[in-house]
């Protein structure tokens, strides 16, 4: 292929990851996977190991690198509560630090990097929708904030080394993701709901269950991502991508019930300190920048996602 590039994906034996760096390398480029496997396993990127053009790296970001690439995705970092909340000195490390040794790479390669951040930069939203102009209502001093204030920080970074260095910077605000190789572990409603509802277990709905997401599934964020990657220099983001479709999760466990032929009862346990009430994203700037939106409704991703652990569980 004419334009394939040597691209770094931090994080790639993830579950969004994995995804990105399949796709890279079906577009035709040179793919670096960097990852410690904290959350993330070999059995993402197995099938890639082969692959001429594939490579696998065990390494930390909050340790500095240097490898030799056109792009960077900066995807590395714990991202569910369960995980992030282990040990939370290192999440906000992993963002910061991380962040800083891949802007420094960047910058000596003049490469164009990517951040992965997240909506949960918006906090508790006091705006429903969150259009990028939202500063967020975050709890510096919570559970989450490790995670949250960590992905604030390095989009300060972010901007702050292109202000400064003028490295080829894009933040993209990534909203709930769901699909094919979520940790099966790591606790998140999508996962949890499913893998409950496929064993015939109760379905844990935390708090009343009248909290919403607006879910997403992994292909249509990929697209996203690699889209952002592509715009023009001076388009820097941050840009919201997600699927603005918003579901009270209650609804989501009713929905996943019904589609697994479920004989799985609902419970109701305590509503983890700082969880948002409501979250939608505005991707009118995704639509106008990017010419994206997405494409996989909730009822045809929950059907691919459940299929994926229903073949996991028989494994
Ligand atoms: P994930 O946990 O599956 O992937 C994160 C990957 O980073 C894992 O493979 C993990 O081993 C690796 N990692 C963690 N700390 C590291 C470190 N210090 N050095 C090297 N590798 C490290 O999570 P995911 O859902 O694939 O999320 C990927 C990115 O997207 C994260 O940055 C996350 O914050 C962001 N994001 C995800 C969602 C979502 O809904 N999935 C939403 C918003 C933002
Ligand atoms: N949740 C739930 N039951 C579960 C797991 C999560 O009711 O078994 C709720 C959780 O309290 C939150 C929502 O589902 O309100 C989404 O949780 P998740 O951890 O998937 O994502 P985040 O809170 O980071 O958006």
């Known amino acids: 292929m004419k334009d394939n590039k040597r691209i770094l994906v931090t994080g790639g034996a ?55 690439v056109d792009e960077i995705y900066n995807l590395a970092c714990p991202a569910s509560p369960i995980h992030y909340q ?14 800083v040794n891949m802007l420094g790479m960047a910058k000596r390669l003049n490469a164009t990097i990517l951040q992965a951040s997240t909506s949960e930069v918006y906090g508790n939203p006091l705006v429903h929708p969150q259009p990028e102009s939202y500063w967020g209502n975050v709890n510096p001093i919570g559970t989450r904030s490790c995670y949250d204030e960590g992905k604030r920080a390095a989009e300060t970074l972010f901007r702050d080394y292109n202000y400064q260095n003028n490295v080829n910077t894009k933040i993209i605000r990534i909203f709930n993701t769901y699909g094919p190789r979520m940790h099966p572990n790591d606790g998140r409603v999508v996962s949890n709901f499913i893998i409950q509802a496929l064993q015939n277990h109760d379905i844990t709905v935390y708090g009343d269950g009248g909290q919403t997401r607006s879910f997403q599934y992994v292909d249509d964020l990929i697209e996203g991502m690699i889209r ?3 715009t023009p220099e001076s388009f820097r983001g941050p840009v919201n991508v997600g699927n603005p479709g918003e579901f009270k999760i209650i609804e989501l466990a009713e ?11 609902i419970i109701y346990k305590d509503l983890p300190s700082d969880d948002p009430m409501m979250r939608k994203p505005d991707i009118s700037l995704a639509k106008e920048a990017l010419d994206w939106e997405p494409k996989v409704m909730l009822d045809e991703g929950l059907a691919k996602t459940i299929k994926y652990f229903q073949e996991l569980i028989n494994e």
């Open 86 to 99: 282990y040990n939370p000195i290192k999440t906000i490390k992993t963002s910061v630090m991380g962040a």
């Open 14 to 68: 993830g579950f969004v990851g994995s995804h990105l760096c399949e796709r890279l390398l079906n577009d035709g480029h040179e793919v670096i996977c960097l990852d410690n496997l904290f959350t993330g396993r070999k059995q993402n990127i197995v099938h890639l190991l082969p692959h001429p053009y594939f490579e696998f790296i065990r390494h930390d970001i909050i340790n500095p690198i240097l490898v030799e």
């Open 255 to 265: 929905k996943v019930i019904a589609m697994t032929n479920s004989k799985s009862k």
């Open 228 to 230: 952002l990657m592509n």
